[in-house]
């Protein structure tokens, strides 16, 4: 163990003997940790900082954006003002994210698309 993690240690039990750690909330209930075992496991704690403080990486703040625009692009009429623009903001999204090495099929729904036609014909 190394030197930190003695002094946390240390710290932490003092903690429980002063009765500081009694009353936490979820005191008693089980943990949902997230499963982040792909993490490198040097940068796990960093991750888990950023996530805890509602931070994305670049990369899911585009998706997110995409999949907000695909849906707004699904409820406008292609004579709308707006979407040329947003059609083009689509666009460059989807490359960006091809340029991060991440798929993009899931814009077009197509896998959604194709468990749906499999389930219908298997409920017939």
């Known amino acids: 163990m190394g030197l930190i993690d003695e002094w946390a240690e240390r710290h932490i039990i003092k903690a429980q003997e002063k009765g500081e750690l009694d009353n936490l909330p979820g005191n008693g209930k089980p943990l949902f940790l997230d499963d982040d075992t792909f993490v490198p496991t040097e940068l796990r704690v960093g991750y888990r900082l950023l996530k805890n403080a509602g931070y994305l990486p670049p990369e899911l703040q585009d998706r997110q954006e995409a999949l907000t625009i695909t849906d707004l692009l699904s409820q406008l009429d292609k004579q709308h003002d707006d979407y040329a623009n947003l059609h083009k903001r689509l666009a460059l ?4 994210l091809r340029q991060a090495g991440l798929n993009t099929d899931f814009l077009r729904k197509e896998y959604q698309q194709k468990v749906a036609k499999k389930l219908s ?3 017939d």
């Not at 999204?93 to 960006?96: A, C, D, M, Y």
Request: glycine fraction near 14%; charged fraction near 45%; avoid cysteine.
């Open 93 to 96: 999204l989807e490359l960006r």
């Open 121 to 123: 014909k298997g409920s």
